[in-house]
Nanobody
Framework: QVQLVESGGGLVQPGGSLRLSCAAS????????MGWYRQAPGKQRELVAT???????NYAASVKGRFTISRDNAKSTIYLQMNSLKPEDTAVYYC?????????WGQGTQVTVSS
């Protein structure tokens, strides 16, 4: 059974930083590129960033230059360092494979950017 456990969210002021973590089952982590996604209230889930097993990264235009995705293969964990946060970054953040089809999703971690 695939497990995805996200953590690290919270309430932060605009301009602040957060670091998210996602522990994934080795069954998918060792094979697939991994990604961070987010879903804001009333909006569809969107791709934020991806990272291949070799460390190549891609970012959505809205976060490029502010967010950094990384991975620790030994821990089957990916990270999302988020800097210069904006209110529009407020969402539940999820991790999963870098592209579909997707199986189950984790519970996500809430990020709220507000003064």
């Amino acid at each position: 059974q695939v497990q995805l456990v996200e953590s690290g969210g919270g309430l932060v002021q605009p301009g602040g930083s957060l670091r998210l973590s996602c522990a994934a089952s080795r069954s998918i982590f060792s094979i697939y590129a991994m990604g961070w996604y987010r879903q804001a209230p009333g909006k569809q889930r969107e791709l934020v960033a991806t990272i291949t097993s070799g460390g190549n990264t891609n970012y959505a235009a809205s976060v490029k230059g502010r967010f950094t995705i990384s991975r620790d293969n030994a821990k089957s964990t990916i990270y999302l360092q988020m800097n210069s946060l904006k209110p529009e970054d407020t969402a539940v953040y999820y991790c999963n494979k870098g592209s579909g089809p997707f199986g189950s999703w984790g519970q996500g971690t809430q990020v709220t950017v507000s003064s």
